[in-house]
């Protein structure tokens, strides 16, 4: 007869400590994972639909840091609009959120309904782009694609460019991630792939980055890991996501671009990230009544 697990523990108590045991008998046995940090977010998010509430549920089950990738709250980014749409759903998760501007963010000038109702968390309103750690293990960056916006763009040579490098020279973490709006590579129908961030793939690739966040095109996608070519690249590519499935209505995809893994235009979600010490497990978690799944593990650099 199989021993019981309490039985295991207290006969093992004595040779690991009963902090190591209780760890050990966690459901599952998964130790470390229980404490390994979360990344959850999408972009597009709130308008006057419930696609919104719908993701905002749930993120009230799924604890840890939440990112936006763009587009918080349409059609113009105003006071009014993050106070009727957004705070009474992704709002209530605005104490752990760290934000990420787009496009519909700046049809007001200057972004300044976004950074009046982020504050602080949203960085400089000049620039928009901002750097933080997870964990022990992880570096996140994130930064404003809305490149005609602000000084220097996302050209080669700019000030968020020459920032992002200095930023990522600096960094001792051994994994990176960042996120943003506008994809570097999407197959959405709506809106073609930006060659403007173009620069900020680059050195993020240069840095031994490993995943990359978008929004802009309403749907989930999920692409293998390229260099900045575009060119599959499983030693040492960056996986980009467009996560484009937070609230507003759904767009449709076209030409299907190289290296596309996973795609889906129905189904309204978040994009969960386990972060590991040396790898990261990502899961589209759906809307409730909705069965779209799409969940794997990558190693880090």
């Not at 966690?26 to 993701?55: E, K, Y």
């Not at 969960?272 to 497990?281: N, R």
Request: glycine residues 12%; aromatic residues 10%; proline residues 6%.
């Amino acid at each position: 007869m199989t021993p019981s697990r309490s039985k295991v523990a207290i006969a093992l108590t004595g040779v690991l400590g009963a902090a190591s045991i209780a760890a050990l008998t966690l459901p599952g046995g998964a130790a470390s994972a229980a404490a390994d940090p979360v990344l959850v977010g999408a972009g597009d998010i709130s308008n006057s639909g419930s696609g919104d509430t719908a993701t905002a549920a749930l993120l009230d089950n799924i604890a840890g840091t939440v990112f936006t990738a763009g587009d918080n709250v349409y059609d113009s980014g105003t006071t009014s609009e993050f106070n009727t749409y957004y705070n009474p759903t992704w709002g209530r998760h605005k104490a752990r959120t760290r934000p990420s501007p787009g496009n519909h963010d700046y049809n007001t000038a200057g972004a300044t309904g976004y950074y009046g109702y982020f504050g602080a968390a949203a960085g400089d309103p000049s620039k928009g782009y901002y750097s933080y750690d997870i964990g022990a293990s992880w570096h996140v960056v994130a930064l404003n694609s809305n490149c005609g916006s602000i000084s220097g763009g996302c050209a080669a040579g700019g000030a968020q460019e020459q920032w992002l490098r200095a930023d990522l020279a600096a960094n001792p973490k051994p994994c990176t991630i960042a996120y943003w709006h506008h994809p570097r590579w999407t197959s959405g129908a709506n809106h073609a792939p930006s060659t403007a961030v173009a620069p900020l793939v680059q050195a993020l690739y240069d840095n031994n980055a490993d995943v990359i966040v978008t929004g802009h095109n309403h749907q989930y996608e999920r692409f293998a890991p390229m260099n900045p070519s575009g060119a599959a690249d499983p030693a040492r590519g960056v996986r980009e996501f467009v996560a484009g499935m937070g609230g507003a209505s759904h767009y449709s995809f076209g030409t299907i671009q190289p290296n596309s893994q996973a795609r889906n235009s129905d189904t309204y979600g978040v994009l969960k990230l386990t972060l590991h010490a040396g790898s990261y497990d990502w899961q589209f978690v759906p809307q409730a009544g909705k069965t779209y799944a799409d969940s794997g593990t990558t190693n880090c650099h």
